[in-house]
């Protein structure tokens, strides 16, 4: 899940440089699964200044157990990201 995050976050930022915002749809910047296909991605509210990047566990997934950690945020304000739901998901 964030390998996938971060690669949407470098796309995300090439795509708002050259269309000035940040895209709504994934097609535009990558794929709605991650490449070991354990999280299903998404971009939610895109508008010029800022989005969120989701990643969430598949339901049929080993990622299910994690209870804290289901659903890894990155929130793009302006190129600077901020993670969630907490710092100890994105340190593993």
Request: proline residues 4%; charged residues 25%; aromatic residues 6%.
């Amino acid at each position: 899940g964030i390998g996938a995050l971060t690669r949407l976050q470098w796309a995300q930022e090439q795509f708002r440089a050259r269309h000035g915002r940040y895209s709504a749809e994934l097609a535009g910047v990558g794929s709605g699964r991650s490449p070991e296909g354990l999280y299903l991605l998404s971009a939610n509210d895109a508008d010029v200044d800022s989005v969120t990047l989701v990643a969430r566990a598949r339901p049929d997934g080993p990622q299910q157990a994690d209870a804290e950690c289901r659903q890894l945020t990155l929130r793009l304000s302006q190129g600077v990201a901020d993670v969630g739901p907490s710092g100890r998901c994105w340190n593993r």
